[in-house]
């Protein structure tokens, strides 16, 4: 399978805890993006990097949140001293840089249950 | 205001039934404009990108009113297998992607 992967697919962790999650793009894709999602909501942005550079925030990423993507290929979103507030869907996708009108492939999510 | 407006639905409609979804956006600076699909519990799907022409693909035909920033989605002679939440999505300031809260679409037997 040659999409957009992430790990893991579900955590389950106490709050206070922290916790990171992995997403590994389509290959030859340097576009990649990490949103949050609740129920009955739509995928709200939170990062976006080109290559390694990450070139945009969401004001949604408060401090706790941090993003990396060291060598341009895959990339991990770390969430410290969780809150119950943090429990949603975190959604990574990737895009291949050819201009406008660009397609975004998602992953499968990583759903975050902080109890 | 959100960036992205969408009626939440659900649409409850019978197979064969032609439906349309309308969405709203607030800035007028939006450069491109898509539809996507989700299923329940799965990730966003590319349905498709919306022209300022006007695009069909199928059964699915999307439309641009940049005067109005609306954009809408018809979806002639439903299948049981359109079921499924259809996300309204803009970008602007290149590369940086809106969501609507998406329209729940329910296609019965």
């Known amino acids: 399978d040659t999409g957009v992967s992430q790990d893991p697919r579900h955590k389950i962790t106490k709050r206070g805890q922290n916790v990171t999650f992995r997403c590994d793009p389509i290959?030859?894709?340097?576009?990649l993006y990490w949103y949050r999602q609740t129920l009955g909501q739509g995928p709200e942005f939170l990062t976006y990097?080109?290559?390694?550079?990450?070139?945009?925030k969401s004001r949604l990423l408060s401090d706790r949140f941090s993003a990396e993507r060291p060598k341009g290929s895959f990339s991990t979103l770390e969430i410290q001293r969780t809150e119950q507030g943090d429990s949603a869907m975190y959604l990574c996708?990737?895009?291949?840089?050819?201009?406008?009108?660009?397609?975004?492939?998602f992953g499968p999510g990583t759903r975050l249950l902080v109890l | 205001r959100k960036e992205v407006e969408q009626d939440p639905g659900p649409f409850n409609v019978p197979e064969g039934a032609t439906v349309a979804f309308n969405c709203t956006y607030s800035?007028?600076?939006?450069?491109?404009f898509f539809w996507y699909r989700q299923d329940c519990r799965k990730e966003p799907k590319l349905l498709m990108s919306?022209?300022?022409s006007g695009n069909e693909d199928g059964r699915f035909t999307a439309q641009l009113n940049r005067a109005s920033q609306y954009i809408s989605l018809l979806i002639r002679d439903s299948k049981l297998s359109d079921s499924a939440t259809y996300l309204c999505?803009?970008?602007?300031?290149?590369?940086?992607?809106?969501f609507g809260s998406g329209t729940k679409l329910n296609v019965k037997p």
């Open positions: 919306v022209y300022s």
């Open positions: 996708a990737s895009s291949p840089n050819q201009g406008r009108q660009e397609t975004q492939y």
């Open positions: 290959s030859e894709h340097n576009r």
């Open positions: 990097f080109q290559n390694e550079a990450q070139l945009e």
């Open positions: 999505v803009v970008e602007y300031n290149f590369n940086k992607f809106y």
């Open positions: 800035n007028s600076a939006s450069q491109s």
